[in-house]
């Protein structure tokens, strides 16, 4: 690599319109010398004054935007993925505030760790940071945090204020050694859905895989505004079909990377959080809702096992089969 390896920016987005000015605007603020911005844009229709923003940064070059006709976001990281050119993709969302040396932040441990394939950044996230009053602070990680079967409810790339190796990062601020598209063939799995919910962690444990560490650097951060409305997601977090695709992903990713030990406890773990409501999820105790999150656990892991059956003859690359096609 050069002292200044070319960074591909990716920013998937979809129904958000002032913030991804911001994000843009933030972006493009950069003291990085050597960095390409690709928006990746499912939003069907902005409004007036954020297409003419779009534009005028596209006219100039400032950034490369393309407009997709479906809602992805596996599938838009994919897409992105083969129209960059970078020694290094960095994946942001739609809706965060960056520092100047960002970029730089992330381009620093490739250069000096040539064993780390992944850069997870910290993310100070508002409505985590929040609940915390902004006071809790994590120097290690547990050794849980490493266990791929329970590793979800410790890995706090939150409050950790030390770095360390890490399982997996957070979709909003992650990048990634270009050889791990290109010499390793890995792409995001589109068969993630909905809000594409653990896609990232799926792609963290297949990335392992290769040899290459995850590390997480606190100094690569970014705050992280958790927009209510709007987002990389084709559906309402509120919405029936989202819970529905949220057990779908978890047990697919169990079911896809785990052993049978591994993905037995994450099973349980899930059911006792999220279905049952205990801590960290602090969910309703209610019988009526225990029993209708019990329902979708229950069809979310039917199917995942019918997705993983369907992989013996389709691997569900839905969306980069069209582009490939086109």
């Not at 960095?90 to 620093?108: E, T």
């Not at 529905?244 to 052993?259: A, I, P």
């Amino acid at each position: 690599m050069t002292s200044f390896p070319l960074i591909s920016v990716i920013i998937p987005t979809y129904g958000r319109e002032d913030v991804l000015q911001n994000s843009l605007i933030d972006v493009l603020k950069q003291d990085y010398p050597n960095f390409e911005v690709l928006v990746a844009d499912q939003t069907p229709k902005h409004q007036p004054e954020i297409e003419a923003y779009l534009e005028e940064l596209a006219s100039a070059g400032k950034i490369k935007w393309f407009r997709l006709k479906w809602a992805s976001l596996p599938g838009a990281r994919n897409y992105a993925v083969r129209r960059s050119t970078g020694e290094i993709i960095l994946f942001i969302d739609d809706d965060v505030q960056l520092h100047p040396g960002f970029l730089g932040s992330h381009a620093k441990n490739y250069l000096e760790k040539p064993d780390v394939g992944a850069v997870a950044g910290r993310v100070f996230d508002r409505m985590k940071l929040g609940d915390s009053g902004g006071k809790l602070q994590i120097e290690y990680l547990p050794p849980q945090a490493m266990d791929p079967g329970i590793a979800w409810y410790y890995i706090d790339l939150v409050h950790t204020v030390k770095p360390q190796q890490v399982l997996s990062t957070r979709g909003c601020n992650m990048s990634f050694r270009r050889e791990i598209f290109t010499q390793y063939g890995l792409r995001f799995d589109e068969r993630f859905r909905g809000s594409a919910v653990r896609e990232e962690s799926d792609f963290c444990l297949r990335l392992r895989q290769t040899g290459y560490k995850i590390w997480y650097d606190p100094e690569a951060y970014l705050v992280h505004l958790g927009e209510e409305t709007g987002g990389c997601h084709d559906i309402s977090m509120r919405s029936l079909k989202y819970q529905l695709t949220f057990y779908h992903n978890h047990f697919l990713m169990g079911l896809k990377n785990l052993t049978a030990t591994q993905a037995l406890r994450l099973y349980v773990r899930l059911f006792d959080c999220h279905v049952l409501g205990r801590p960290p999820c602090h969910k309703s105790g209610s019988p009526i809702k225990i029993l209708t999150r019990g329902f979708f656990y229950t069809l979310g892991f039917f199917k995942a096992l019918i997705t993983v059956i369907q992989s013996l003859w389709n691997d569900g690359q839905i969306y980069t089969r069209l582009d490939e096609i086109g």
